[in-house]
């Protein structure tokens, strides 16, 4: 999100290339490409984000990845391992959560106030 703070945006970059991962493998900059792309430009990670995020995210043993030749060029594709799916799930509930107690702030409500 362009105008969100850092600390608001900590954890959505990995929520978002494994919930992408989910549905297929997919290489770095496809998956730069598709965030972008779900989010109507919203949300857009550099490659200085994902890439270290990627390389991360396979050292935890959360994806795996293999060298494949498309059109002549190699691309490292990476992919969810059962303990991707598991830290996916995690997070998703965590972001769950999040997002309804935010909801609830800007629906407003009476609440009572301690005086």
């Known amino acids: 999100m362009r105008d969100a703070g850092?600390?608001?945006m900590n954890g959505v970059p990995e929520l978002l290339v494994l919930r992408c991962l989910r549905d297929r493998e997919m290489y770095g900059y496809e998956l730069v490409q598709e965030i972008k792309g779900?989010?109507?430009a919203v949300v857009t990670l550099g490659e200085g984000v994902v890439y270290p995020l990627l390389h991360a995210l396979e050292r935890s043993g959360a994806l795996q990845s293999r060298r494949k030749s498309v059109g002549g060029r190699s691309r490292v594709y990476y992919a969810m391992t059962p303990k991707g799916l598991e830290r996916l799930s995690g997070l998703s509930t965590t972001w769950a959560t999040l997002a309804a107690a935010i909801g609830q702030v800007m629906q407003g409500g009476d609440h009572a106030a301690a005086v």
Do not use: G
Request: no cysteine; proline share 0%.
């Open 38 to 40: 779900r989010t109507d």
């Open 6 to 8: 850092s600390n608001f």
